[in-house]
């Protein structure tokens, strides 16, 4: 567009001054310079702009799939982990099945099985807080 912009006025310029020649020559080519570094700028700022408008498109999908729903992963944790409490069944990391017998800051006594093996552990260590009761909890009936 510009190009046929700058051939009309180059052009133009020749038909009217038909007698000095090279000044008119001198003229279209300033003035078709002139226009290619105005196209070529425009040019680089759009595809500037769509550069910008793409990385922002990136960061905000990495953002909503791999960071928001880590984020909320860990605050259910910290949650959950902030609610124990004595008497509460749970699972550890490591597989491990029992129930809280005493809590402190950093660390979690459970009892085990049926002899009531206890065991100190890391808060940490806890995966999830189970609802159900196991077979093994329960006192035998005689």
């Known amino acids: ?9 180059a052009e133009a310029n020749q038909s009217v001054s038909v007698a000095t020649g090279e000044a008119a020559a001198s003229t279209a080519t300033a003035t078709a310079g002139t226009a290619d570094q105005a196209a070529a ?3 680089g ?3 500037l702009i769509s ?3 793409m990385m922002l498109a990136m960061v905000a999908i990495f953002y909503f799939l791999l960071i928001r729903p880590q984020r909320k992963k860990d605050k259910q944790v910290k949650d959950m982990l902030a609610a124990l409490k004595v008497g509460d069944r749970i699972c550890t990391i490591g597989g491990l099945y029992g129930t809280i017998a005493a809590l402190k800051d950093d660390t979690v006594t459970l009892t085990m099985g049926s002899l009531q093996n206890t065991i100190v552990i890391a808060r940490w260590a806890i995966r999830s807080v189970e609802n159900v009761a196991l077979e093994n909890d329960t006192e035998p009936q005689i």
Not at 1 to 9: E, S
């Open 1 to 9: 567009m510009f190009m046929n912009l700058v051939n009309l006025l």
């Open 51 to 53: 550069t910008v408008v």
């Open 41 to 43: 700028a425009a040019a």
């Open 45 to 47: 700022t759009g595809s």
